[in-house]
């Protein structure tokens, strides 16, 4: 017997079809070891040494490798052909000599781009030992993210509160997006006109021409830039005779792009497809490991983390078949295209994301795949069939028109674009971010001297505008250009961006928080070399040459701490002072812009003698009064968020994040929105100072809803809460709709039922209130949810259990009866398939999570176990390196405290006070 490891249990299963009864097939889940959460895990004292520890589902994993390993005839290690492939490889036989469980076995390494059955089986014939030098990169690249995460993310908690983590590539990308942010707000519009003539020829055919010359100068777009100097120009036009001046027609042609890489494949799903990084590769991977089709379960693409845009001559040669007979010959080029990348430090050792057969025509394979499977294979499918396409041919024209007025010329010109002959566009073209495409069109035809008539003139004005912000797919476009991170690392370092609330999403654009403004100013005033864009860039470059067997790992490590370590040093001694004077110079066209009538823009407009500043509190940063505590003003960083004068109200103790939206009417009272330390919440009045005073009246946020989004009507009727929805039809009795400490709720009586994910509690009406209730009253007594049948997926094959994927308190999840699993975040409760349950289920029984019989009543319960601070960095060291970020504990697991006022009787649940630990990981 031949014992094969591979990561992912999908992946063994298919695997496993291909090899047959000599072989068995074992997934690893993963890595099996990892750097433990504590100082010390790199230790540059001892040359760098690295001390792994085996998690828990590690430790069983290997037992049950080791178990399968004594007495085979040989280990194949086949775990995925990148570098993260190679490092979890060697972490296997690494664990297993450690146990002594290989004694006399061979141990053999072999790739495959794809899972397919020729070519695991041409992997299997061609079998190589564990490429070192690739492992060295690994442990250089996980050693760095470590280093930064450990020691910079202290600093920041000591002398930033309210930041949460730093990261060797995360803090870079995240300068780019506040950069951008920078430049926008810095931006000074600028007027210009267009001037554009609608004219027809002879024959009645009517098209326009643009202002381009006059008096044999050249007029660029932004030259003509005041209404009195369009003016002038109109009225001359308006006097003018027209002609044509010469005709030019040049052919022109339209190249294909080249199949995808990690990076374009990332961008392209993003445009066409609206997908975030972190979920086109989720699909991606499903598209890789395989799907069931005809009784075999295949490899529908080829590994999906490469930067290669190469093929497999067979591939092209597949490729060409497939265009000669779907779209004809004439769409077939003479010769194979051939493309090379031009990414920096790309590596192009792998080939490009393609199918792994062209014939399977996505119309033929969208019937085995979930929607966005669908869609995504399609969008690949059509890349790279369109690449080996013959290019387009065009037509490009150019008129250009001379307008007489008297003895003085005005040059105008006319352009378009003729498709003569569509090529690849017959298939795919590619999106764009920002720009649009220059409108297609065809001009009449003219002859040079032809006459022309003027319809009519128009002159418009126009503003420059600001650089637009970073959409997700333009921020990797742009890493990428700059060689900062790697392919597999895109996903990751832009999902810890948004989970520590650096950076949201805004109308698919990427918008910095102030949270994340004041972390970059920190890291460019203190540490600026290591948020520098090139310094990143040659760090990666040094990582794949220690890939290429170049330089020696350590060496780049000595090189990188020497320095670092004495940055971190030097910030011991930084006063408090120091970082807010550093943080107000940097920042301060953001905190205190100009104001209109040119008066001080850092004046108190409280107590007027006192200057504004940048402070920091228990909660974070925020601007206060110089002449705290006689003064209490407080607001948020960005005046823009204060409504009116930028006038913001006393602060309690100083506390930051106050924002007064305006005054309600029935009460005379401010209502205003906060920063809590468990999140924002709006406010009516403010405390009183005598002891037992009574509280204002408060309300959380609903799920969607930001501090920064939220207007006066929104929060005047969350301040309405509970509103009656409806009565009950049988008793009469109101039916309420709230916001509890779990969600949004309605209530009747003592029956509480929680919302639904496209419920809104401002806005549900009677009939879903109802149904809510009266499901939930038929569900049993005492206000217990009613149980949910769920969606039945099919069976889990190792233990006969059903399974079927329902909607929990705390979102969806998939049960099999004994064990539940919760989805991980993004994945649809509608779209989830048994495949990709078995794999959660099976984590789920190994991380020892089968549901266990409650304690008898009275009975000890077992104390909960401690939360490190310095936890919290493991997430954004490893989305620096090419793993993926640490699965946080799910909320079924755990439920996330948050704001305000009440807890949800819904679920009964008492509030838990955040441990010390927790606290310093929130910044508080």
Not at 244 to 259: F, G, L
Not at 500 to 521: A, F, H, I, M, S
Request: with cysteine; charged share 30%.
């Amino acid at each position: 017997m031949k014992v094969v490891v591979v990561e992912s249990p999908a992946k063994a299963k298919t695997i496993n079809k291909y090899l047959g009864r000599d072989y068995e097939v074992l997934a690893s889940f993963g890595h099996i070891r990892d750097l433990p959460a504590k100082d010390g895990s790199v230790d540059p004292e001892q040359d760098f040494h690295m001390l792994w520890e085996l998690e828990d589902r590690g430790a069983k994993r290997v037992s049950e490798i080791a178990k399968a390993v004594k007495g085979a005839e040989k280990l194949i290690l086949a775990t995925d052909p990148d570098r993260e492939g190679e490092a979890i490889s060697w972490h296997v036989l690494e664990a297993l000599q450690a146990k002594k469980a290989l004694k006399d076995v061979p141990v053999e390494r072999v790739t495959f781009n794809a899972i397919t059955r020729d070519a695991i089986q041409t992997a299997m014939a061609q079998p190589r030992v564990i490429d070192q030098a690739l492992v060295d990169a690994y442990l250089a690249r996980r050693a760095l993210d470590y280093l930064v995460g450990f020691n910079l993310s202290p600093v920041l908690w000591r002398k930033l509160p309210g930041a949460r983590s730093a990261g060797r590539v995360q803090s870079v990308a995240l300068r780019l997006v506040c950069e951008r942010e920078r430049e926008i707000e810095t931006f000074k519009p600028r007027e210009y006109w267009s001037l554009v003539a609608t004219l027809a020829t002879e024959a009645g055919a009517v098209f326009e021409a643009r202002l381009v010359g006059a008096d044999g100068k050249r007029i660029q777009r932004l030259d003509v830039g005041t209404g009195a100097e369009a003016e002038a120009f109109k009225r001359d036009l308006e006097l003018a005779v027209f002609s044509v001046a010469s005709v030019e027609a040049k052919p022109a042609k339209r190249h294909p792009q080249p199949p995808f890489t990690t990076s374009t494949l990332q961008q392209e799903a993003s445009r066409k497809l609206g997908l975030a990084p972190a979920q086109t590769m989720r699909i991606a991977q499903r598209l890789y490991e395989g799907t069931e089709i005809g009784g075999e379960t295949v490899g529908l693409i080829t590994y999906m983390r490469t930067d290669g845009v190469d093929m497999a001559p067979e591939a092209v040669a597949d490729a060409r078949t497939v265009i000669g007979r779907e779209y004809g010959e004439k769409y077939l080029p003479a010769a194979p295209r051939k493309y090379s990348t031009k990414a920096k430090n790309a590596q192009e050792a792998h080939e490009a994301v393609r199918p792994t057969d062209m014939g399977r025509l996505p119309k033929e394979v969208g019937r085995y795949l979930e929607p966005e499977q669908a869609k995504l294979y399609e969008l690949i499918w059509i890349r790279t069939v369109a690449s080996q396409m013959e290019s387009a041919e065009l037509e490009r024209t150019t008129v250009d028109v001379q307008a007489m007025v008297g003895p003085r010329r005005i040059d105008l010109r006319a352009t378009g674009q003729v498709v003569k002959f569509d090529g690849f566009l017959t298939l795919y073209q590619e999106g764009k971010d920002d720009e649009e495409d220059e409108e297609t069109r065809r001009l009449p035809a003219m002859a040079a001297g032809d006459a022309l008539r003027r319809e009519r003139i128009a002159a418009t004005q126009h503003f420059t505008e600001p650089p637009p912000r970073y959409s997700e797919a333009s921020l990797v476009k742009r890493m990428e250009e700059l060689g900062i991170g790697r392919p597999s690392t895109y996903a990751a370092v832009l999902q810890v961006l948004r989970d520590r609330e650096y950076v949201r999403l805004d109308k698919k654009r990427l918008v910095p928080e102030d949270k994340g403004r004041l972390v970059t100013g920190f890291l460019e005033s203190f540490f600026r070399r290591y948020v520098e864009y090139d310094f990143t860039a040659d760090l990666e470059t040094q990582l794949d040459r220690v890939s290429n067997d170049e330089i020696n790992w350590r060496e780049v490590l000595r090189e990188f701490w020497r320095d670092f370590s004495a940055a971190i040093a030097g910030t011991k001694e930084l006063r408090t002072s120091e970082v807010l004077e550093a943080l107000n110079e940097l920042l301060g066209e953001h905190i205190f812009p100009p104001k209109q009538d040119g008066g001080n823009p850092r004046a108190c407009p409280n107590c007027a003698s006192g200057q504004l500043s940048l402070k920091l509190g228990k909660f974070g940063a925020f601007v206060g009064c110089s002449n705290y505590p006689e003064c209490k003003y407080t607001r948020q960083l960005a005046a823009s968020s204060v409504e009116g004068d930028g006038e913001g109200t006393s602060g309690e103790g100083g506390q930051p994040g106050v924002r007064v939206l305006g005054t309600d009417p029935a009460t005379n009272l401010p209502v205003s929105v906060r920063d809590g330390r468990f999140g924002p919440f709006v406010q009516l009045g403010e405390a009183g100072a005598e002891k037992g005073a009574e509280k204002p009246k408060r309300s959380s946020l609903p799920k969607g809803v930001s501090a920064a989004s939220l207007d006066f009507e929104t929060a005047l009727k969350l301040l309405a809460l509970p509103r009656e929805v409806a009565r009950h039809p049988e008793t009469g009795e109101p039916i309420l709709a709230n916001l509890g400490r779990y969600g949004p709720y309605v209530q009747h009586g003592k029956t509480y039922a929680n919302l639904g994910r496209d419920d809104d509690v401002l806005e549900i009406g009677a009939n879903r209130a109802i149904d809510l209730i009266v499901q939930k009253e038929q569900g049993g007594g005492r206000g217990r949810p009613a149980a949910d049948p769920g969606r039945p997926l099919g069976t889990d094959p190792t233990n006969g259990n059903a399974v079927t994927v329902k909607a929990g308190k705390y979102g969806p999840y998939v049960t099999d009866g004994e064990t539940n699993a919760t989805l991980p975040k993004g994945t649809s409760a509608e779209a989830v398939t048994l495949e990709e349950a078995l794999p959660l289920l099976a984590a789920r029984r190994e991380a020892g999570g089968t549901k266990k019989k409650a304690p008898a009543r009275g009975g000890a319960r077992k104390a909960p176990a401690k939360t490190t601070a310095k936890s919290t960095v493991k997430t954004a060291a490893k989305a620096d390196g090419d793993a993926a970020p640490a699965t946080k504990k799910s909320p079924a697991e755990k439920p996330a405290a948050k704001n305000p006022a009440a807890k949800n009787p819904a679920t009964k649940k008492p509030a838990t006070k955040p441990t010390a630990a927790k606290k310093a990981v929130a910044g508080e």
